[in-house]
């Protein structure tokens, strides 16, 4: 998959979804839908790293892109849209209270579920005082007509833009109709007779209400980091961990211990899902200080350190607590592994 911040190196034509997708949920998901309909070219977009200032992005799998019969239309037709994701950074809630955003997914992990939906192209439109202060009919002509020649854009029903969020998902409908571009609308959809948001899914993660929050969208809330040096405590008791360091902007749901699963795709016997324990909190029982992300895994023993590992979280097991003595937090922690494995064992997809 394609990835700028630079209107000057899109691959144009476009399909355009146009959001700030946080959280890539199943509401999401519908309004990306539409664009994946469309088919871009099957040459190679890259042979090498794709850099810039805000990230760096490996080569893409093409296995990933197009199916056989989008890949037979593609070769008859150059000129078919790149199905492409239009999003802003930062946030613009960010932008104007200047105030740091956690996001559900940062950007490798939007990244690898864009990819694994089947979308070409991520474009992050920096979003500053200049993109903010575009009338509604300014920002279709100049970004969506000129820069990504869109001929296609999917929204939902509840999408604002422009300066100071005057444009909405039928004045879009009807400026984009100047051009020739149709529209689509996706109304807001429901799960269980919630509305899927990323505002309820960080409402269920700061409740510990995993299988609500997993069940919006549509998929197990993930943390993807690096595995760093830790101050090993763990191994004195019996149950070494590996710390995982996370980008800084990542949501974090409440503290306490999850049974969850496992993967890397550079280690053997990793990559496929490894049952674990993860422990998100301050740890109390040591006098920690600092939040630490920690994980214990049940069936696989092996160097971490350097690591990338994607964590899926299946179930909350318990909030965090303090114990009277480590031999007491030995006696939860061999708790907690047996109560994981056995949820594991049986665990849904979702």
């Known amino acids: 998959m394609w990835v700028t911040s630079s209107l000057t190196s899109v691959l144009t034509p476009t399909a355009v979804a146009l959001g700030n997708f946080d959280g890539v949920h199943r509401g999401h998901r519908q309004v990306i839908q539409p664009v994946l309909n469309s088919v871009a070219s099957v040459q190679p ?8 200032d805000l990230f760096t992005i490996a080569e893409p ?3 990933l892109l197009l199916s056989p019969s989008a890949a037979i239309a593609a070769e008859t037709n150059s000129e078919l849209p790149y199905p492409t994701v239009v999003t802003f950074n930062p946030h613009p809630q960010e932008f104007f209270s200047g105030q740091p955003r956690a996001l559900l997914t940062p950007l490798n992990e939007k990244v690898l579920q864009l990819q694994a939906m089947g979308v070409r192209q991520l474009v992050l439109l920096p979003f500053d005082r200049e993109l903010a202060d575009l009338s509604p009919q ?5 970004i969506l007509v000129q820069r990504l020649q869109a001929q296609q854009i999917s929204v939902g029903v509840d ?3 422009g300066r100071q969020r005057a444009g909405t998902a039928a004045d879009l409908q009807a400026i984009a109709a100047t051009y020739g571009i149709a529209v689509s609308t996706v109304p807001l959809c429901t799960c269980a007779d919630e509305r899927i948001s990323s505002s309820n899914i960080r409402t269920a993660l700061q409740a510990g209400d995993l299988q609500r929050a997993n069940r919006l969208l549509g998929r197990p809330y993930s943390l993807m980091g690096q595995v760093v040096w830790g101050q090993q405590l763990g191994r004195t008791i019996g149950f070494p961990t590996a710390n995982l360091q ?3 902007e990542k949501f974090l749901p409440s503290h ?8 890397s795709s550079t280690l053997s016997g990793l990559q496929t899902p490894c049952s674990a324990v993860m422990n998100i909190g301050h740890r109390p029982t040591v006098n920690g200080v600092s939040r630490t992300v920690e994980i214990h895994l049940l069936d696989w023993d092996g160097d971490l350190y350097e690591q990338t ?3 899926s979280l299946k179930y909350f097991l318990r909030p965090e607590q303090k114990f009277a003595s480590l031999e007491a937090l030995k006696t939860q922690i061999q708790a907690d592994c047996l109560s994981a ?3 594991l064992a049986t665990a849904p997809s979702v």
């Open 138 to 142: 300014a920002f279709v002509e100049e």
């Open 246 to 248: 996370l980008p800084p």
């Open 309 to 311: 590992l994607i964590v």
């Open 61 to 63: 799998n093409e296995s």
């Open 256 to 263: 306490g211990v999850y049974a969850v699963q496992v993967q």
């Open 159 to 161: 999408f604002r833009f």
């Open 341 to 343: 494995r056995s949820l």
């Open 45 to 52: 977009l890259t042979t090498s790293f794709f850099k810039d």
